[in-house]
Nanobody
Framework: QVQLVESGGGLVQTGGSLRLSCAAS????????MGWYRQAPGKQRELVAA???????NYADSVKGRFTISRDNPSNTVYLQMNSLRAEDTAVYYC???????????????WGKGTLVTVSS
């Protein structure tokens, strides 16, 4: 069974930094895209950043220039470095991965349980 386990959330002041990590574990053939979504209270879940293979990643306009996504393929881990944090970045951040369980067959989407990021002014 595939699991995504996030870590690194917490409380930080405006302008501060946090680094989120998400590791995929279990039995699977390969991982396509890994990324981060977030959901603030009363709002829909939105894409923050995603990376496929060795690409540079794509970002929501609201985080461009402040957040950096990276991926370590051997350890099946994706990171999100968040700098210059703002109050509006406060949300539960969810790890997302598009995984191919077997050599032949469709990919499946998996989600982590989420980690809370709170930015205080």
């Amino acid at each position: 069974q595939v699991q995504l386990v996030e870590s690194g959330g917490g409380l930080v002041q405006t302008g501060g930094s946090l680094r989120l990590s998400c590791a995929a574990s279990g039995s699977f053939f390969s991982i396509n895209t890994m990324g981060w979504y977030r959901q603030a209270p009363g709002k829909q879940r939105e894409l923050v950043a995603a990376v496929t293979g060795g690409s540079n990643g794509n970002y929501a306009d609201s985080v461009k220039g402040r957040f950096t996504i990276s991926r370590d393929n051997p350890s099946n881990t994706v990171y999100l470095q968040m700098n210059s944090l703002r109050a509006e970045d406060t949300a539960v951040y969810y790890c997302n991965a598009n995984i191919r369980p077997r050599v032949i067959g469709p990919t499946m989407t998996y989600w982590g349980k989420g980690t809370l990021v709170t930015v205080s002014s």
